[in-house]
T-cell receptor
Framework: AQSVSQHNHHVILSEAASLELGCNYS??????LFWYVQYPGQHLQLLLK????DPLVKGIKGFEAEFIKSKFSFNLRKPSVQWSDTAEYFC???????????WGLGTSLAVNP | ETGVTQSPTHLIKTRGQQVTLRCSSQ?????VSWYQQALGQGPQFIFQ???????GRGNFPPRFSGLQFPNYSSELNVNALELDDSALYLC??????????????FGPGTRLTVL
């Protein structure tokens, strides 16, 4: 069965620290990959997505992610986090043309000022 | 704000009852997906509707059913509620039959508590 694994459930960083959140998926074919973020009290919103082309994708608010097909990974990065990045981050995968988005459990990020 | 609205915001029901949750899609979006998010979990796909037809379903029993209306708004109905149905129910709208690379726009969710 297809699955998505997020390695870190809770991450605490100080402002200006670098961030990398891991995401691995299990599916051997074509995938579309997403990172969504949920800020406290707000809706889920798209940070970035990959479906083809350059495996390094840039999203909103300085986030980027790299698709490494050989490792089945789509890790999220930000060189320098801010207090306002405190949120829940979800990795999601759509396998082939399946309508179904498979989600990871989420990573709770707390950034201390 | 995404333009996707859901009602009600919170709901408390007892075991065995039935519930209807509502969603209004973002303007111009013809596809809506419903998700269940239990506490501490990622969203779980329930089903998707495109042009009033079910267009994909996750691993949920038949007592979870839905409707999409000509204006693309949608309902999620759950019969014979169980305690484990307590969760945040999310609605997301998108364009073009939910093509796999399209972004989904989420509503704020309905928090359902089953006692």
């Amino acid at each position: 069965a297809q699955s998505v694994s997020q390695h870190n459930h809770h991450v605490i960083l100080s402002e200006a620290a670098s961030l990398e959140l891991g995401c691995n998926y299990s599916y051997g074919g074509t995938v579309n990959l997403f990172w969504y973020v949920q800020y406290p009290g707000q809706h889920l919103q798209l940070l970035l997505k990959y479906f083809s082309g350059d495996p390094l994708v840039k999203g909103i608010k300085g986030f980027e992610a790299e698709f490494i097909k050989s490792k089945f990974s789509f890790n999220l990065r930000k060189p320098s986090v801010q207090w306002s990045d405190t949120a829940e981050y979800f990795c999601a995968v759509n396998a082939g043309n399946n309508r179904k988005l498979i989600w990871g459990l989420g990573t709770s990020l707390a950034v201390n000022p | 704000e995404t333009g996707v609205t859901q009602s009600p915001t919170h709901l408390i029901k007892t075991r065995g009852q039935q519930v209807t949750l509502r969603c209004s899609s973002q303007s111009g979006h013809n596809t809506v997906s419903w998700y269940q998010q239990a506490l501490g979990q990622g969203p779980q796909f329930i089903f998707q509707y495109y042009r009033e037809e079910e267009n994909g379903r996750g691993n949920f029993p038949p007592r979870f059913s839905g409707l999409q209306f000509p204006n693309y708004s949608s309902e999620l109905n759950v019969n014979a509620l169980e305690l484990d149905d307590s969760a945040l129910y999310l609605c997301a709208s998108t364009l073009s039959g939910g093509a796999s690379y399209n972004e989904q726009f989420f509503g704020p969710g309905t928090r359902l508590t089953v006692l």
